[in-house]
């Protein structure tokens, strides 16, 4: 099959920046990314750079150099799959929210209506490429859909997950530790994963591209997440044992990370984990576990959720007792993406502190150079709203909130300053120079390890 046009179906944060880099490094193939929402495949083609619906570092002078020559953005989803020989599917899939699996499986509707929608209007010969995180055997259903809605075309399903993170998208993209594709061990399921093998090969050195078989493929994903996940959780869960006993948590982290079988990647304590991902990667795998009827393997895993929620919680708990009544005082919470370099608030835990906040009665101000104001009020009613608080009332509590375009103007009459993210300007800060400045003596909750603690009194620094 002579591969000139592939799609991908999802514009998101996976979609966007992966085929912008794969358009940008095959310029003899055609890339179309089709999306059913209007508005962000408008933001993408929008004529400012700086309105792309994803902040990458590096993505907007990609975009720049591809966009409308052989980079398309577009709602023409049926003319897209009919154009093209590959079909990549990076849409989202969340925890389910009700029926089997509520709260823990991935829910796999829009999968299966982007696989229905192949199925009805392909005529030739597709390769299916799962770019979504997926539930081991999800192939399987694919398949199911696949021959329920069209006997006729010849389908080929590939697992190629995805293994960027958010902030450092491009670079992970450029430089991948590796690329997983897995397919079926037959004729056709081996041609499959040699033509994604061939765009990849453009610039992934081959002993970084790895073939397995599917279920290896699409389990390796939640395992990767599980993983990185779970330094994380073990580290917090020693923040908490530093502050009981005087040691250091960096110093933990230090002497830890010069393990050579350890190494210093991902042990950096922190409020908790954010993200799209990590927890709804994690709660499918205990679903799996226990579908499997892997009770203990299940619950291992759900600990670091666990522990996750309970660091978010003892941090909370922390801003309450040192500043008392919290009614009507002022605290400024320090970001809201989920991390730095990126505008993506999804599961920050800036969303879970501040709620608790609002409801005792505090006022907030809040700051992020990159998340929308309109983005952080829908987080913060989003959340209420699940909580079954009545819309009257979520709307008093939204009035207890100001959204502040930089640091120092969110700073002023706080009572207390909560740093969630680990913005650069964060650091960079002027701390001593503000601190002398204020009347007020804010007290300060460090959850990021992003001031020099020892300088200064009213600090609670995470972890020390
Ligand atoms: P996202 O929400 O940013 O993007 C998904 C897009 O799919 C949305 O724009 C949505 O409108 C679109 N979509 C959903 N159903 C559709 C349909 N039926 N037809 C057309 N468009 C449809 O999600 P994301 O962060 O890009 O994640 C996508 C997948 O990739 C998830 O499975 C996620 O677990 C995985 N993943 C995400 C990351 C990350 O850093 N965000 C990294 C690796 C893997
Ligand atoms: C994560 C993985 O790193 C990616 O490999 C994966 O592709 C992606 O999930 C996914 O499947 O969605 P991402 O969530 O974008 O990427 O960002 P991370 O850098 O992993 O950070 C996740 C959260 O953990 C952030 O809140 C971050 O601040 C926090 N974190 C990270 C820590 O608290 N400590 C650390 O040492 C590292």
Redesign the pocket.
Known sequence: MKIRQICCIGAGFVGGPTMSVIAHECPGLKVVVVDSDLDKIKSWNSKSLDNLPVYEPGLKEIIKRTRNKNLFFSDKIEEAIINSQIIFMAVNTPTKTSGEGKGFAADLTNVVECTKKIALVAKSSKIIVEKS?LPVKTAEKIKEVLTDYNKETNFEIVSNP??????TAIENLYKSDRVLIGGENTISGKKAVDAIVSIYKKWIPENKILKTNIWSSELAKLA??AM?AQR?SS?NSFSALCEKTGASIQEISKAIGMDSRIGPE???A?VG??????KK?ILNLVYLARFYGLYEVADYWLNVVKINDYQIQRFTDKIESKLKNIHNKTTSILGWA??KQTNDSRESPSIYISKRLLEKGAKLNIYDPMVPHNKIIRDIENILLESEHKKSQVNKLLKNISIFNSISDTLMESDGIIIVT?WDEFIDFDWAKFLSSTSKKPFIFDGRDVIVRDVFDNIYSLGN
């Open positions: 995180t995805e293994f960027l993170a958010e902030g990767s997440n990185l994380i580290i991902f042990l950096e922190s984990f954010g993200g799209s991902c990590f990667d989920f991390k680990n």
